[in-house]
């Protein structure tokens, strides 16, 4: 931490940090420039944080230096890690692909875009149930009964399932039907429902607060981990910013630096960040040669018929040509198509 | 809700879309310009927005135009409310100081902030005891214990209590001690906490999400109205920009924008959005004039040792300064300060 | 500035960056941290800036410590400023009204819309001979005649005039007409026109970038002050967030926060911002008590014919609790109206 | 266009929306809802836009529908265009790769990093003589010296030049030395500078304003080419968001929506948008899946001694991954690189 101190400030101004830093079991070291003073800290920032030094008589600005987020960062773990879900690999080495309908609405709605997904190559399933809507009179999802739908459609293909959940209520029970359960973007602070997802060890993808900084989405991660489950997965899908063209703008320069803040797994969601089909092909070919670990996209069998997001769903020959994408774009990175690997001890 | 066609629709896209809004049980009203076609739609927008109508060939744009909220509406509810907390009225007649601690740290500490609060003319005692926090390794607030403080102080102070509510686990429990629950920004879409809070008929203050749109914002507000209670107070508190010198940026014009579109009372909170201790004057004053129903302000006995947010906590004479301006200002509005009244039946 | 390096840096690497800012003339003072070494650089930051010391192995994050802006600064100028247009003050005792029709249309409105001006209070015009619109297609202003419409109000009523000049090639020939230039939201940054107006003694107004932060807006007048001309009044008009139910965001807090910083005269635009005739006037006031030194607003004679911004040009009744807002919130102020004074010397 | 009337709106004010229309020679259809009136106007929306219907009473919402720029959309001109620069063709069959220096220092450094930028492909070089700086006192380009330098590097390798031009009073002077003008970030709604830029038939790259809208963007361009000049290629260089983990946001969207509105071809600037070195390539090929018609990069033979923008200017081995992914995703993409075509009437 750094405390750069204001040009009218007191010598027993700087001594009053000095001394109140030293009192808390920290060091601090004092340049004095020619207008101003400033004062290295060392020792343990959490404890300085609560010192509010920036309150202090004299000192202009408080600057943080230490990254906050310790168990995700990649300081404390400089391999990138790989998330297994049900032998499925998210990771460095590969590109995972993972599709599926943005809602459950039927068992044949919901096979049908399975087969979807799987030629195009996906080798999870994505499926909301619980679907949180800006407006209580949309849609909210089929609820457990989806969820039901969801594993009878991962026993006939044997795609695991990626689900919404959205509440620290509905965690255990979510759990007890997918392979791995996805925060949305609204819920990324929801500080009780990362805790609850920190207690179990089932693998999660964290999706970006439309409004989240890296390092704040990074904070979000901290959190599971720091109750145990580093299961984890990141997900760009879109920022809010003052651009309507696009629903949400795909922050894809997130994806090299956030790998290079951390050693989680990184994918993209080029469909709810565009929000219109004909960007999801090129944002997931973006996502790929960015550096992305993975690809997450709508698929629907008929989507002027689909009870939510059916404009952003990828049809028919849109598919081929994802399939075509995940393929050669991959291998130009040097990296596979992800592939189920059949564990003896899973 | 009117459907703009591309150019170069063809006349059977036109029907298509027709035949769906009628089959839904709407009508659709054709108008042909010279480059395009445009259909208005008269019916149930939420049976038309299931349709999907963007998805269909031929669609360029689909502009919704009846409001999607409707109790929390003006339209709805011609008459600005009252929502009253113990007695102490927030709305159109009054202006309304809440202040106190922003976090609950010990029965002296929170016992002190209430006495500054009551110096400075407040009616109503804010303070947290459940405190979401960016990182895990903050202060997270002392919970129930922090509950057990409020409810003391307001013994002995008179003052009701607002606190914040985080999870849809702890409603019940936090409703046993606060007269207003508290939502804070980034559960403002915390859809399972809405609902929650919206089966009791405890009053609520819901904070806008830092990201938020004002229409995001009423939509929330009709998460908790939808299941039946409408004490429900709104709370201004700053939206993330790209400005960096403040905190967040307190969006004053939402204050008469929120009010030309629903019935529900606004406040201002000067102390987050700023986050500096020398705006949250101006930005009271600020608040008031724009036509805010009441404040909601940061105080603290001793700001230095503050478990959280003191650098914005007013101290000594700023509240003084505050009481003038919370007298003068709500005069020169035509309103009076918000005082307690004890009602027989409540 | 302040040269935090990465945990990863070597000895070396430190030793790198000592060495080229001492060759730089400039002196650094080294911390040695449990995990990293932070390097505090004495001297003149535009050469340190020049060194690009963030490029140099081992560097994790350049700070900067002092402002970069001097002229305009408050640490260079202590005492607020007065900027006199032709006898009327801006400046901290007073609140200045300048009132006018976006647009000159022809001399009958530009003469209405002053007398409209006078009698809400107003001692400024404001009027728009040169208007930048976002499309080539739209009105464009009257030029030179519109300058000319202009002076000859000046004479009939005796209120000084602002206009925007838009390109440094016309700086002379507008500031022939005007009292004052006015630099508009999207040439804040139009570095030719800033200096050309630096070369001149004419009183500015420079209209905040949209998208400019605060540091930004300070440099901008920085360019104009570097040149001589110090007669610099600031004017917030808004910045362009998500929010899309105002035109753009009034940033409220910008004014104390820049009075903080500089010496210059801040002034607020509640019409721009808003972009809402019912919102002028309650920004209008939320200016004044945030401490503005005074309010630029549009007024028409008859809006609904307005070829330019005619939604948001103030009427009749608006205009008369315009004025009592200035009169009595201005005194609440502890300030007064500017009026102006015939000096002998002007 | 179409005009939402309030609920409240009486009979008289839609007859007085229609009559207004009519009188302007458009034509006015009238569709009445159960709670509201919409009228769809047919007709220039020029002129109705003249009109100003959002001010007349009753009205609650005016929806523009046809796009507002003609010239430059695809609406006016399906096939996507091609621009030529001495013979270098920027368009859809191809990828262009312009690099060199952020700003021209010297001939030897310029001509060094011309020939990096020919190693990496590039068959265009870039160098800035004008350089707009945030500060008046960071070092502002060696002006017509420079465009002498870069002239003289042309000479030697044969690159053609594209350089920034600042102002409208230098766009002769620059374009007697530049074969391609630079309009930069802030530049892009200086009216006056796109103005004179449409007066002559040099080819421009117009750079998306950080702050602006792609609606905006293209109304930018349409000023140019109202003016006669068509050779215009468009240039996604970021855009400003509440992240500050990166310089700016590249928003990779942009590039796919911008083809679909306009027949203008677009390239990317990897290096400004993030503002580090590491960026540059996942952000290069980003653009180049994404269908971007061209990439500008920063290269300097010893970036450590920059005049500016150094930390983002490629090097050594990039250089060569650069080349590589040039060439292998401009072949996924079904398109060539682009060369330089000798044309005899050229």
Redesign the interface.
Known sequence: M?I?MQ?SAQPADVQTVVDRVEAAGG?A?V??????V?V????DV?TF??L?I???PGV??V?R??T??KLVSR?HHPERSVVRVRGVPIGPDTVTLIAGPCAVETPEQTLAAARMAQSAGATMLRGGAFK????????QGLGEAGLRILADVREETGLPVVTEV????DVEMVAGYADMLQIGT??M????LLQAIGETRVPVMLKR???A????WL?AA??IA?RGNLEIVLCERG????????RN?????????VQ?LSHLPVIVDPSH??GR???VL??S???????ADGLIVDVHPQ?????CD??QALIGKDLDELAK?VV??TA?MGRTPARRRYRSAS
């Open positions: 750094v750069v040009p060091q070291f340049s004095r420039g020619v207008r101003r400033i290295g800290l060392v020792g959490e944080a609560s509010d920036g309150a202090m202009a600005q600057t230096v230490s906050e987020y300081e949180p809507r800006t407006s209580p009179y949309a849609f959205t509440s620290a209520h609204r819920n602070q929801n500080f009780a607060g439309m409004n900084t890296i390092q704040e904070m901290e959190y720091q920022i809010r910013t003052f651009e309507t063209a696009t703008t795909l922050d894809v320069s997130a994806v090299p630096v290079h960040s565009g089909r004909e960007l090129p944002l070919r973006a996502g790929i040669v960015a550096g989507p002027e018929l689909a009870l059916g404009a994408a050669d774009l130009y």
